[in-house]
């Protein structure tokens, strides 16, 4: 399962570090990142044990806690390698004030039937519901690309510059 608003940049395919782990645990798993204690409550965080440096059996999950809620520091991001029981599960979530299902309560449920686990993802996540991930996102991938980077960095240095001149009185 992949959530449209995170654009991740690896080496290796996210998704495909997510596979080839289930493939040896034989168990859902989901990608997390540290998050900044900032940005704690904008993000599903995790109670782990830590199986190796980047693999965590889940414990529990809680959906935007507070700093002092929050279980650690390793964030949810989005993307999931599950299992067809988490729909079981869905059908038993209840719905939030706002008519919403959490995902993070039905894995939660799903906690109490089998093993769950989350993987520090090795890349680079860009929050694109985030205008300026966004942007980030594209400014970097633009950087990348022969074709492209010169001009824009000509394009960002003009701006830079008319920027820092207009606010000079």
């Known amino acids: 399962m992949l959530l449209g608003d995170d654009i991740i940049k690896s080496t290796v395919p996210c998704t495909k570090q997510l596979g080839l782990l289930y493939e040896r645990c034989e ?3 989901l990608a997390v990142e540290r998050v900044p204690e900032e940005k704690t409550s904008s993000y599903g965080i995790i109670k782990g044990e830590k ?3 980047s693999l965590y059996r889940l414990r529990d999950l809680i959906e935007k806690p507070t700093l002092q809620e929050a279980p650690s520091d390793l964030g949810i991001v989005g993307r999931y390698v599950m299992t067809a029981d988490l729909f079981d599960c869905i059908k038993r979530v209840p719905r939030s004030a706002r008519s919403e299902l959490q995902l ?3 894995i939660r449920l799903l906690l ?3 093993e769950v686990y989350a ?3 090795d890349g680079v996540r860009y929050d694109a519901g985030d205008k300026i ?3 980030k996102a594209v400014i970097d991938f633009a950087l990348e690309r022969d074709d492209l980077k010169q001009e824009l960095l000509e394009y960002l240095a003009k701006k830079l510059i008319t920027s820092e001149n207009s606010g000079r009185s």
Do not use: H, K
């Open 133 to 135: 991930g966004y942007l």
């Open 51 to 53: 199986v190796t440096n």
């Open 112 to 114: 109490n039937e089998r």
């Open 104 to 106: 993070t309560d039905a």
């Open 119 to 121: 993987y520090v993802l």
């Open 27 to 29: 168990s859902p798993i």
